[in-house]
């Protein structure tokens, strides 16, 4: 018998990289009109989009991954809370891509099944080193997002919503995981995430 835990994986795996999540929230920017980009602005665009998607499937796994091991159920409860926000993001960003005509990235599987391991190891550190792996990551997704939002076109009214309301979700994650009682990560550790997200942004804009 396939054990309920690698059921719950493998669900989240095809749910996650085949674009059958729904969002719960209305998307941000549906109100407002499509731009007219040209075909390199729309290919950089798209690409940017791939990332932010691709992103969405990492904390996807992540936060199964810290709800699987986590033995504390309020904390389970919290990780699949913040979940639930990040499939609102991740049935955005494909909505997007999609009205992007741009495909989502070829290695998905691959970013879930890294971050899923990354999260069921922070998972099983303990209640405080799990939130602040979840902190830390959020940060450093905020930043990132900060600099997406400079480098989309300022014309793309759509793009930028959706990224605006994001940032506001990643910033909110993380300020309820420092109330819980998140521990700071050490310095070589929260630099070695910084270096992984980079690769990994590099990675999924063009594949």
Known sequence: MIPDAAVLAIDGLLKATLGTVHARRARPGLDMPETSLDQTTRRHVGGLMRVNHAGEICAQALYQGQALTTPDPALKAA????????????????????????????????????????????????????LGFLAETERQVEAHLTDHLA?????????????????????????EAN??????????????????????TRGAYYL
């Open 79 to 130: 990780f699949r809370d913040a979940a639930r926000d990040e499939a609102d993001h991740l049935a955005w960003t494909r909505q997007r891509l999609d009205e992007l005509v741009a495909r989502p990235s070829l290695l998905a599987p691959l970013w879930y099944a890294g971050s899923l391991l990354l999260g069921g190891a922070a998972g099983l550190a303990g209640n405080r080193w799990s």
């Open 179 to 200: 109330i819980r009682g998140a521990a700071q990560l050490p310095f070589p550790l929260r630099f070695a995430m910084k270096v992984g997200g980079r690769l990994m």
């Open 151 to 175: 480098r989309l076109p300022a014309q793309d009214g759509r793009s930028r919503a959706i990224l605006r309301q994001m940032r506001d979700d990643e910033a909110r994650h993380a300020h």
